[in-house]
T-cell receptor
Framework: AQTVTQSQPEMSVQEAETVTLSCTYDTSESNYYLFWYKQPPSRQMILVIRQEAYKQQNATENRFSVNFQKAAKSFSLKISDSQLGDTAMYFCAFMQRPSGTYKYIFGTGTRLKVLA | ETGVTQTPRHLVMGMTNKKSLKCEQHLGHNAMYWYKQSAKKPLELMFVYSLEERVENNSVPSRFSPECPNSSHLFLHLHTLQPEDSALYLC?????????????FGPGTRLTVT
């Protein structure tokens, strides 16, 4: 069965510093998508970044980038120049549809606190 | 705020009550989802609708009954719930019910079953 593991329940980082959140997943399929979602305190969950498994190039979105290691089944998120507004729960998610069955698997999340 | 709204935002209900959660998306999407978010547990996908047709039901107890009258509205009807059903229920939508599409989430309904 597909699983997503986020091994860091909580992390903190100083404002303007860089932090990396880890995510590993398990699947036997070769075609899938990976996402990082952000859920700020008392606010709606929003997409941070998206990666297609068949693309070798790591996705980037401004200060957010991923390190996608397909063979190792690893998908870490790097946040550069951390800002107070980055304080949130971050969820790694895996999505695919093998044999017509929808699979949307989320990790347990990493609570990130950016310190002033 | 995103284009997905949920009502009510908070709900307290007894185990013998019947209530409904409502979700509405203003994004023109064709797919809608219900998730359950419990503390220290991964988000659990409950139901997937594509063009108003249920395409996934992840072994959810029958005390949860979804309804999708059109592509903009999604309901979750609740009856004879258990205390362990207390959680944040999130609605989401996406352009299509396919794995590559970003999901847009609502703010959730915080449900407490007493």
């Amino acid at each position: 069965a597909q699983t997503v593991t986020q091994s860091q329940p909580e992390m903190s980082v100083q404002e303007a510093e860089t932090v990396t959140l880890s995510c590993t997943y398990d699947t036997s399929e070769s075609n899938y998508y990976l996402f990082w979602y952000k859920q700020p305190p008392s606010r709606q969950m929003i997409l941070v970044i998206r990666q297609e498994a068949y693309k070798q190039q790591n996705a980037t979105e401004n200060r957010f980038s991923v390190n996608f290691q397909k063979a190792a089944k690893s998908f870490s998120l790097k946040i550069s120049d951390s800002q107070l507004g980055d304080t949130a729960m971050y969820f790694c998610a895996f999505m695919q549809r093998p044999s017509g069955t929808y699979k949307y698997i989320f990790g347990t999340g990493t609570r990130l606190k950016v310190l002033a | 705020e995103t284009g997905v709204t949920q009502t009510p935002r908070h709900l307290v209900m007894g185990m013998t009550n019947k209530k409904s959660l409502k979700c509405e998306q203003h994004l023109g999407h064709n797919a809608m989802y219900w998730y359950k978010q419990s503390a220290k547990k991964p988000l659990e996908l409950m139901f997937v609708y594509s063009l108003e047709e249920r395409v996934e039901n992840n072994s959810v107890p029958s005390r949860f009954s979804p309804e999708c009258p059109n592509s903009s509205h999604l309901f979750l009807h609740l009856h004879t719930l258990q205390p362990e059903d207390s959680a944040l229920y999130l609605c989401a939508s996406s352009q299509e019910a396919r794995e590559g599409y970003e999901q847009y989430f609502g703010p959730g309904t915080r449900l407490t079953v007493t």
